[in-house]
């Protein structure tokens, strides 16, 4: 019969982590699994907002209001309302929030370095010009949360879905910079695509 001696702790430690390592975003921290709908939501909202500031022609702090405010709601949704996979042995582990707070910081820098020359550009390309950095730092961000989360013991392709999204979002913000047609309409097209990713990962990745 096998007694208390006969279990090795080490082995099972082993094998608890090997178990935990083969898990979802889902099994593991659900709260956090729903922010593939809420911010995919979210970042329909901001940028259809951002579209309105281009048709329209607003202001370009019009991009930061609309991304500032529906995303500081969102954070606080998450703040107030979900459990954080960061909670779990936060002393070990990377923080993801501040890791964010880095790639915004570099966001705000590199869009006041820019800002003497963007006036050189015409209203629209401007705008697009200051759009496809967002983009961008979304990818980036998305490409750090991909690498943070193997920290947590999620399963690979859980982290792919943010790999595959942060690498899609760095092209596509490159794209608008460039390209005519994405320069006028580029900022309802990005914000259906990903909002389609948050839901294609979302039904993906449920099991």
């Not at 979802?24 to 940028?47: D, H, K, M, N």
């Not at 200051?130 to 982290?159: E, M, P, T, W």
């Not at 690498?167 to 990903?194: P, T």
Request: aromatic content about 14%.
């Amino acid at each position: 019969m096998t007694t208390e001696q006969d279990i090795d702790p080490e082995r099972l430690q082993s094998e608890l982590e090997q178990i935990k390592e083969a898990m979802g975003l889902q099994e593991r921290y659900p709260s956090a699994f729903q922010l593939w709908l809420l911010y995919g939501a979210l970042g329909v909202f901001a940028s259809f907002g951002s579209q309105a500031v281009v048709t329209f022609e607003l202001s370009s702090w019009g991009h930061a209001l609309s991304w500032g405010g529906f995303y500081t709601l969102g954070y606080l949704y998450e703040w107030f309302a979900l459990d954080s996979y960061e909670t779990t042995n936060a002393e070990t582990k990377p923080n993801v929030r501040a890791q964010i707070a880095g790639v915004v910081g570099l966001l705000a820098a590199t869009v006041a370095i820019t800002s003497p020359f963007l006036g050189e550009l015409t209203a629209v390309e401007s705008q697009a010009m200051l759009f496809a950095l967002i983009i961008a730092a979304i990818g980036a961000i998305y490409i750090v949360q991909a690498a943070s989360l193997k920290s947590y013991r999620i399963r690979a392709r859980d982290r792919y879905a943010f790999y595959l999204g942060g690498l899609w979002m760095l092209v596509y913000g490159a794209a608008m910079a460039n390209l005519g047609i994405l320069q006028e309409w580029g900022y309802a097209i990005f914000g259906i695509l990903f909002a389609a990713h948050g839901l294609v990962s979302y039904l993906a990745l449920r099991t």
